[in-house]
């Protein structure tokens, strides 16, 4: 019995969520159109999440990401400004977040400062710089080429309900081939295996000869061209990019993966499970605002949640330690 | 924000909720955080309340991908008209959404676009025609004026635009200077040091007979200008426009600084309300800027 719980009381949480939404908002919530709007309101969330789990694998973090999305976004709105083609700017934004996520392994792996100061330190770095470029100024309007918008609006139509053509939005596409390839990474190859035996025990597995600095150092990589993504997603959403806009991806993305890691077996970041947290937040901010729950109520809502299903999944874990 | 509508929002969240009977607008901006964006919530939700309307006003800390996000999602809810306090350029793909469900949108000080009914705002060209007309007949339409503009923002370069005519209508008046501040650290600093120059520059008492500025923050900066230099007995009027606190102060204490023009952003907000009715009663707008008039502000009303 307490191993039931143990093992599936996070995905009966997560049901639980669903079905609550189903039953108080029958009309709507489980529509095609709704779950369509859902998986796009949280694709950049999930690119984010998704590429948090590398890391969060080692036992890391990476607290630049937030701010690395909103420098991206202002990267690829300054070089539109500058007259740059649309896939050379896009290209030098996740080039930027290479280099930024690189550096972020250097810095940890090399140099040996603890993740939660090195990228709290990179994060300011990243936040000032994209306010150096923008001039503090929020870049919109004919700047911004209007394909590079309407990428966001658009998608394969999949579809049609009473003459309106329903599409699959090109963000989900992106989010999914995200999440695709880095499942791939980390239960498919050598290399993740080799991050999840870091985390597992770091000493134990550089005397085992995994080459643990250089696993460090690529790992931050993917947060780093992860997050420039998911800038470069926002900024096409909104049509727009200005210095802040993606600084609140950060904390979502961690409590998505600290979700995800309540429906695993041992506990670990997986990142199907961490597209699981990703969602149940989204469903959340969707449901929510739907039975029209004052949005700063629901903010305290979604709180309380997170901390209840990992509260819940921790004691399921090792009892109430009362000593 | 009341705690009624809070409380409002737990028992729905519970499932007790009645359906509602009366006409659903959801209120979203990015910005409730700022005052101005206050002001316009609070204005609305009372003339809402007057016509019985439920209101939910959902705040996206400024995420403006967030408002698009709760578009979709109070379409999806089926409001009956949706009002938002954020550019529309950028939540365009949640406005297409509204317009695709035929659910109306009214712009609160948003900016206009096809896809907004209506956007209600207050008139930036009147404004700047109140405080340059106030400028040429306190100077008697003779002398140097001093002008802080800043055109790369367009609600502001309207207001520069005006300005120009009137004192170009004046013969006597003669623009010295049309300065464009540095904006980024709030431009109340660099306007400064920008008139501190152009007094340097114009040594005489009197060459410089006024400051008209498009904003309060050039008007405030100059106004230490003059006063460090000593000048503030020369008689130099200065005008700002939104009459923010700090200005009502300047203009209070009965120095240089004479007048700025004040927003009504509590009529903007019953405005606004008022423009949503009009759309529910099956009104079809012609008029899609809705200006609501602003309030000079002098010694005599800046307390």
């Known amino acids: 019995m307490i191993w039931l719980i143990r093992r599936f009381g996070g995905l009966v949480g997560m049901v639980a969520v669903v079905a609550f939404f189903a039953i108080n908002l029958p009309q709507t919530f489980l529509t095609l159109q709704n779950w369509l709007n859902i998986s796009q309101q949280v694709s950049m969330l999930a690119v984010v999440a998704a590429t948090m789990t590398v890391v969060m694998v080692m036992g890391d973090f990476d607290l630049s990401v937030g701010s690395m999305a909103s420098l991206s976004g202002v990267v690829v709105a300054t070089l539109f400004l500058?007259?740059?083609?649309?896939?050379?700017?896009?290209?030098?934004?996740?080039?930027?977040?290479?280099?930024?996520?690189?550096?972020?392994?250097?810095?940890?792996?090399?140099?040996?400062i603890l993740p939660f100061v090195a990228t709290l330190a990179t994060l300011t770095i990243f936040s000032g710089l994209a306010f150096l470029i923008s001039d503090g100024r929020t870049i919109f309007g004919r700047d911004i080429p209007a394909a590079f918008g309407d990428f966001a609006r658009g998608g394969p139509p999949i579809g049609a309900v009473e003459?309106?053509?329903?599409?699959?939005?090109?963000?989900?596409?992106?989010?999914?081939?995200?999440?695709?390839?880095?499942?791939?990474?980390?239960?498919?190859?050598?290399?993740g295996r080799r991050l999840y035996a870091i985390g597992g025990n770091s000493e134990a597995a550089r005397l085992a000869g995994v080459a643990v600095r250089p696993l460090r150092l690529t790992a931050f990589a993917f947060t780093g061209v992860g997050s420039?993504?998911?800038?470069?997603?926002?900024?096409?959403?909104?049509?727009?990019?200005?210095?802040?806009?993606?600084?609140?991806?950060?904390?979502?993305?961690?409590?998505a993966v600290f979700l995800g890691m309540t429906l695993t077996r041992d506990g670990q970041p997986r990142v199907l499970a961490t597209l699981a947290g990703v969602l149940v937040l989204g469903v959340l901010?969707?449901?929510?605002?739907?039975?029209?729950v004052d949005s700063y109520v629901r903010e305290v809502l979604v709180g309380s949640i997170i901390l209840a299903a990992v509260g819940l999944s921790a004691l399921g874990r090792r009892g109430i330690a009362w000593r | 924000m009341t705690l009624r509508t809070a409380l409002a929002g737990v028992v729905s969240a519970i499932g007790l909720g009645a359906p509602a009977l009366a006409q659903d607008v959801a209120v979203i901006t990015p910005y409730l955080a700022q005052p101005g964006t206050q002001f316009y919530v609070d204005g609305f939700t009372a003339r809402a309340e007057e016509l019985g309307w439920d209101v939910n006003v959902i705040d996206t800390a400024g995420d403006v991908a967030a408002v698009i996000s709760r578009i979709e999602d109070v379409v999806t809810q089926g409001v009956d008209a949706i009002v938002i306090n954020v550019d529309p350029a950028q939540v365009g793909a949640g406005l297409q959404t509204a317009a695709d469900a035929g659910i109306p949108v009214v712009g609160m000080d948003a900016g206009s676009d096809p896809l907004v009914a209506a956007n209600v705002t207050s008139n930036g060209y009147a404004m700047a025609a109140e405080t340059a007309v106030?400028?040429?007949?306190?100077?008697d339409g003779e002398g140097g004026v001093v002008m802080f503009t800043f055109d790369p923002f367009p609600p502001v370069q309207v207001r520069g635009v005006i300005a120009d005519?009137?004192?170009?209508?004046?013969?006597?008046?003669?623009?010295?200077?049309?300065i464009t501040p540095d904006v980024s650290d709030g431009g109340i600093a660099d306007s400064r040091a920008q008139m501190e120059a152009i007094l340097s520059a114009n040594p005489e008492p009197g060459s410089i007979a006024a400051v008209w500025a498009a904003w309060d923050q050039p008007a405030l900066g100059a106004l230490q200008a003059i006063e460090a230099a000593g000048r503030d007995g020369e008689g130099i009027v200065i005008t700002g426009i939104d009459a923010n606190p700090e200005a009502r102060a300047a203009i209070a204490s009965g120095g240089n600084f004479?007048?700025?023009?004040?927003?009504?952003?509590?009529?903007?907000?019953?405005?606004?309300?008022?423009?949503?009715?009009?759309?529910?009663?099956?009104?079809?707008?012609?008029?899609?800027v809705i200006y609501v008039p602003t309030e000079l502000v002098t010694s005599a009303n800046a307390e």
């Not at chain 1, 901010?285 to 029209?292: H, V």
């Open chain 2, 165 to 178: 005519a009137v004192f170009a209508n004046f013969p006597d008046i003669e623009v010295i200077d049309r």
């Open chain 1, 228 to 255: 420039a993504l998911a800038g470069l997603m926002y900024a096409s959403r909104v049509a727009s990019a200005n210095p802040t806009q993606g600084d609140g991806l950060m904390l979502t993305a961690i409590a």
């Open chain 2, 134 to 139: 106030y400028v040429a007949n306190r100077i």
């Open chain 1, 285 to 292: 901010d969707n449901g929510l605002t739907q039975m029209r």
């Open chain 1, 82 to 112: 500058q007259g740059w083609p649309i896939p050379a700017a896009v290209a030098a934004a996740l080039a930027v977040g290479l280099i930024g996520g690189l550096f972020n392994g250097i810095v940890v792996s090399i140099v040996g």
């Open chain 1, 163 to 191: 003459d309106r053509i329903i599409v699959l939005p090109n963000l989900v596409i992106v989010a999914a081939v995200v999440v695709l390839l880095i499942w791939v990474v980390l239960e498919q190859t050598s290399y």
């Open chain 2, 258 to 288: 004479e007048a700025s023009i004040a927003q009504d952003f509590d009529g903007i907000g019953r405005t606004a309300a008022d423009t949503v009715a009009r759309l529910l009663g099956g009104e079809e707008l012609v008029q899609r």
